[in-house]
């Protein structure tokens, strides 16, 4: 957990989630398609599987906010392929907070790019709720 964490209830649109670099080898990137079940010549060809950013964008959150969270919603966008073993670069920011069925919110935006290219590869919106809030309306 990053020492400078937040909790989630400080949160507030324009909170930026900082920098998240690493790299997915390639034999984890193969658990990863062979978990989801699929055999698909891209994995074949060694593409990073795109439902990676979902990981990327929750650890990114988990490096800025030192609450429990639950994933509510999430949207991926897949701009184009890379190979397994290239350095990532995730960042991203809380793009709006709300409160909805007695429970808050925030909506975070990230992106994940190589380390080599300023142009995105996958784009992930989530939305979080603390899970805090869940226990207390459950």
């Not at 649109?13 to 990863?32: C, F, H, K, Q």
Request: with cysteine; glycine share 6%.
């Amino acid at each position: 957990m990053n020492s400078e964490a937040k909790q989630f209830s400080p949160l507030e649109a324009g909170t930026d989630l900082g920098e998240l670099v690493l790299t997915v080898s390639p034999a984890a990137n193969e658990r990863y398609w062979r978990a989801a079940g699929v055999d698909h010549p891209l994995l074949r060809a060694g593409a990073l599987y795109p439902p990676i950013a979902a990981n990327l964008t929750v650890l990114l959150f988990g490096g800025a906010c030192a609450d429990p969270v639950i994933q509510t919603r999430q949207v991926l966008r897949c701009h184009r392929l890379a190979q397994a073993g290239t350095e990532l670069v995730t960042t991203g920011h809380v793009t709006a907070k709300y409160v909805k069925r007695q429970r808050h919110y925030v909506d975070v935006e990230a992106t994940v790019m190589t380390a080599a290219d300023d142009a995105p590869l996958w784009t992930s919106t989530v939305s979080f709720t603390a899970a805090a809030d869940v226990a207390l309306t459950s």
